[in-house]
């Protein structure tokens, strides 16, 4: 190993990483629907119809009015479906999800790597995935 990073060294470069997420197209796409969802009247008033509705589901459960938070329930869901239904609620959940994605490839790109590294300063193989190499034949067995 060359050299010894400290947690701050690793921090500033996770920021600087960070930037760069900010500045991808997925993000600015991102950005964009965002705005364009909280700009939207019949987006937001769809939104404000289901959190009514769900503090509404919430007093009717704590009181047990099984039925009446059963219509409720159908109501929410069928607001969340018209909701689901307007491009741009499609284009911003998708565009969710690529952002998503993308924090999940570079998690799992560092945590790979940072693991390939272990085994490979202590000797290991990568292709199991073993830390360390047994340097015993048949004895091993027995432990």
């Not at 987006?43 to 009514?52: D, F, P």
């Not at 009181?63 to 329930?73: D, H, I, S, V």
């Not at 490979?120 to 004895?139: E, I, P, Q």
């Amino acid at each position: 190993m060359d050299k010894t990073y400290t947690k701050d060294e690793i921090v500033l470069k996770a920021k600087e990483i960070a930037k760069m997420i900010a500045e991808t197209e997925e993000v600015e796409f991102f950005k964009k629907a965002e705005l364009q969802v909280n700009e939207h009247p019949r987006v937001q008033q769809l939104i404000s119809g289901i959190k009514v509705m769900q503090k509404e589901a919430v007093n009717l459960q704590h009181y047990n009015k099984t039925e009446a938070l059963k219509k409720a329930e159908s109501k929410i869901d069928a607001l969340q479906d018209e909701l689901d239904q307007i491009p741009l609620v499609k284009e911003f959940k998708q565009s969710q999800t690529d952002v998503n994605s993308l924090l999940q490839l570079v998690a799992n790109t560092i945590s790979n790597t940072v693991t390939d590294e272990i085994i490979k300063s202590t000797g290991g193989d990568l292709l199991k995935g073993t830390t360390t190499k047994k340097s015993c034949d048949s004895k091993c067995d027995d432990q």
